[in-house]
């Protein structure tokens, strides 16, 4: 069964065919600051899996390597793109429509954690975000 999205307002909509290559919990500050919450989660995708629909999400450079995404018109973050991982897409979890059936793996940039936020949930903790964030380490 394809997962489905959108957005807040409900311009962007996606659809994915296929399961998630990995879904993480990114505690750095930059994602911090894109979704205005205390803790990002990516569910990671084939891009080739995920189709929208609707005006294009606006994209913005926020790095020299990486673009993040959000809906023009009610600014709900939307995706995480490598310019290094074409083929990937880090989908914000919030915005699916299943995604109270994720599972979360790890926890990125633990070291940005905000000390309050308490997830006792017993994942792996990376001091950054490793290479291979699909493989246990
Ligand atoms: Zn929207
Ligand atoms: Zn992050």
């Given at each position: 069964m394809p997962m489905t999205g959108h957005c807040l307002c409900g311009e962007v909509r996606l659809k994915i065919e296929a399961a998630p290559i990995a879904v993480?919990?990114?505690h750095?500050?930059?994602c911090r600051?894109?979704?205005?919450a205390a803790v990002l989660t990516y569910a990671k995708f084939d891009?080739?899996?995920?189709?929208?629909?609707?005006?294009?999400?606006?994209?913005?450079?926020?790095?020299?390597?990486?673009?993040?995404?959000?809906?023009?018109?009610?600014?709900?973050?939307v995706s995480f793109l490598y310019?290094?991982?074409?083929?990937?897409?880090y989908v914000?979890?919030?915005?699916l429509d299943q995604?109270?059936?994720?599972?979360?793996?790890?926890h990125w940039y633990e070291a940005d954690?905000?000390?309050w936020l308490h997830m006792e949930d017993g994942l792996p903790r990376h001091a950054t975000q490793p290479d291979d964030e699909g493989k246990a380490s």
């Amino acid at each position: 069964m394809p997962m489905t999205g959108h957005c807040l307002c409900g311009e962007v909509r996606l659809k994915i065919e296929a399961a998630p290559i990995a879904v993480t919990h990114c505690h750095c500050s930059m994602c911090r600051r894109h979704s205005g919450a205390a803790v990002l989660t990516y569910a990671k995708f084939d891009m080739r899996a995920v189709t929208f629909s609707g005006p294009p999400p606006v994209v913005y450079r926020s790095s020299p390597g990486a673009r993040r995404t959000h809906c023009g018109t009610c600014g709900s973050p939307v995706s995480f793109l490598y310019d290094g991982e074409p083929q990937s897409i880090y989908v914000v979890a919030g915005i699916l429509d299943q995604a109270n059936a994720l599972l979360p793996s790890a926890h990125w940039y633990e070291a940005d954690r905000l000390p309050w936020l308490h997830m006792e949930d017993g994942l792996p903790r990376h001091a950054t975000q490793p290479d291979d964030e699909g493989k246990a380490s």
